[in-house]
């Protein structure tokens, strides 16, 4: 079935670094990818979004790549700053017919950024 | 320019009881998606609506389950005879009309405690 899963449940780092979180999925019919940031007790926040014809995409401080070869997506983020520390999930939508309009979301992984 | 509202923010019911949240989409928005948050897990898709219309509703529980977008008014996601195990965060997201557009705006959820 589908699914999309994250690799690393959770992720430490230091401010100021650059952080790197991956996703992993299973539906090679997926056009469309998004990450979203969720803080606790909110609702998830849109960071960046990519579709299947691109292999990367560049935000504010924040680059998502997309290697449909081996169905995996990572979401890098730059100069890394307390702000950040939240639950990310990355998630994926299908090209059409009953997968439209439906997310299906990964389990998310927990980054924390210590001062 | 508002966001996705939802309310309310925390609901509290005994078994048996019916709960009802509601969901304002964004501004110029006309698709609305439900999902539930179980804790320490990723959203899971429910419905897909648009206005007067259920668009998907492969998430849905068969029972006791029901979703509606009236022409006016906000969407309201209705749990009848709840049990303890329909306590979640419910949070509802928004796209604007067309085909092309894909990503989801959420709001800030509604915690359903059931006692």
């Known amino acids: 079935g589908e699914s999309v899963g994250l690799h690393l449940p959770t992720l430490s780092v230091q401010e100021g670094d650059n952080s790197i979180i991956n996703c992993a999925y299973s539906?090679?019919?997926?056009?469309?990818f998004i990450w979203y940031k969720q803080e606790s007790g909110k609702g998830p926040q849109f960071i960046i979004d990519?579709?299947?014809?691109?292999d990367k995409r560049q935000g504010q401080r924040v680059t998502v790549l997309l290697n449909k070869t081996v169905k995996h997506l990572s979401l890098q983020i730059a100069a890394t700053q307390p702000g950040d520390s939240a639950v990310y999930f990355c998630?994926?939508?299908?090209?059409?017919?009953?997968?439209?309009?439906?997310?299906?979301f990964g389990q998310g992984t927990i980054l924390t950024v210590h001062p | 320019n508002a966001g996705v509202m939802q309310n309310p923010r925390h609901l509290v019911r005994r078994r048996g009881q019916e709960a009802r949240l509601r969901c304002s989409p964004m501004?110029?928005?006309?698709?609305v998606y439900w999902y539930r948050q179980l804790p320490e897990e990723g959203l899971k898709f429910m419905v897909y609506?648009?206005?007067?219309?259920?668009?998907?509703e492969s998430g849905m529980p068969k029972e006791r389950f029901s979703a509606e977008f009236p022409k006016e008014g906000p969407s309201i996601l209705r749990i009848q005879q709840v049990v303890r195990g329909d306590s979640a965060a419910y949070f509802c997201?928004?796209?604007?009309?067309?085909?092309?557009?894909?990503?989801?705006?959420f709001g800030p959820g509604t915690r359903l405690t059931v006692l």
């Open positions: 997201a928004s796209s604007p009309p067309g085909h092309g557009t894909d990503t989801q705006y």
């Open positions: 539906n090679s019919a997926s056009d469309y």
């Open positions: 990519i579709r299947s014809n691109m």
């Open positions: 998630a994926e939508k299908g090209a059409g017919g009953t997968s439209y309009g439906k997310l299906t």
């Open positions: 501004k110029g928005h006309s698709h």
């Open positions: 609506l648009q206005k007067e219309n259920i668009i998907d």
